[in-house]
T-cell receptor, first 110, second 115 residues
Framework: RKEVEQDPGPFNVPEGATVAFNCTYS??????FFWYRQDCRKEPKLLMS???SGNEDGRFTAQLNRASQYISLLIRDSKLSDSATYLC???????????FGTGTQLKVEL | EADIYQTPRYLVIGTGKKITLECSQT?????MYWYQQDPGMELHLIHY???????EKGDLSSESTVSRIRTEHFPLTLESARPSHTSQYLC??????????????FGAGTRLSVL
């Protein structure tokens, strides 16, 4: 079983739709959680950290469920520019290594 | 924007050549990382460093080697390139802050093709 699992998609949604991605992690000792965004043939860039109480940044909302070991990302009013691959990232243990999921591909269409 | 730079961006080279992929950051970050990513696949950590003269192998076995003689510089070397080394190589760095999250900043990557 992979340490971080995501549905690879693609999710094809119309502009303005709300879309949600889930991610599960296997190590209950995981301490930090992030969503990164990666555009085609580009480097990953931090989208947002995920806090235990949940957090929101504009149209993006991240949630953490430690009991069930999953993280979610909700995108409201999706834009064409949101088309990208969204990577679920987990920091396990006391070190500084991150484990990346394979990513979920989002395509926002007119 | 992160100040982390990788050169070259693209490299096409023949089998058996020695290559060095450069990575430099101007943020004074202690920690640096090399990842390998094939198209449509996840990133795999191949090397990391927690500071000068510190290097460790990552989760994915790699025939490459790294060095960390200066804080800002973390080059990756392949002594004899093979077609199986064809991939994208991403360098990242992060700052250690007690109790804080480890946010990594990535360079633009080097896309390597070995013929």
């Amino acid at each position: 079983r992979k340490e971080v699992e995501q549905d690879p998609g693609p999710f094809n949604v119309p502009e303005g739709a709300t879309v949600a991605f889930n991610c599960t992690y296997s190590n209950s000792a995981s301490q930090s959680f992030f969503w990164y965004r990666q555009d085609c043939r580009k480097e990953p860039k931090l989208l947002m950290s995920v806090y235990s109480s949940g957090n929101e940044d504009g149209r993006f909302t991240a949630q953490l469920n430690r009991a069930s070991q999953y993280i979610s990302l909700l995108i409201r009013d999706s834009k064409l520019s949101d088309s990208a691959t969204y990577l679920c990232v987990v920091n396990t243990g006391g070190g500084n290594k991150l484990t990346f999921g394979t990513g979920t591909q989002l395509k926002v269409e007119l | 924007e992160a100040d982390i730079y990788q050169t070259p961006r693209y490299l096409v080279i023949g089998t058996g050549k020695k290559i060095t992929l450069e990575c430099s950051q101007t943020m004074g970050h202690d920690k640096m990382y090399w990842y390998q990513q094939d198209p449509g696949m996840e990133l795999h950590l191949i090397h990391y460093s927690y500071g000068v003269n510190s290097t460790e192998k990552g989760d994915l076995s790699s025939e490459s080697t790294v060095s960390r003689i200066r804080t800002e510089h973390f080059p990756l070397t392949l002594e004899s390139a093979r077609p199986s080394h064809t991939s994208q190589y991403l360098c990242a760095s992060s700052e250690y802050i007690q109790g804080a999250k480890n946010i990594q900043y990535f360079g633009a990557g080097t896309r390597l093709s070995v013929l």
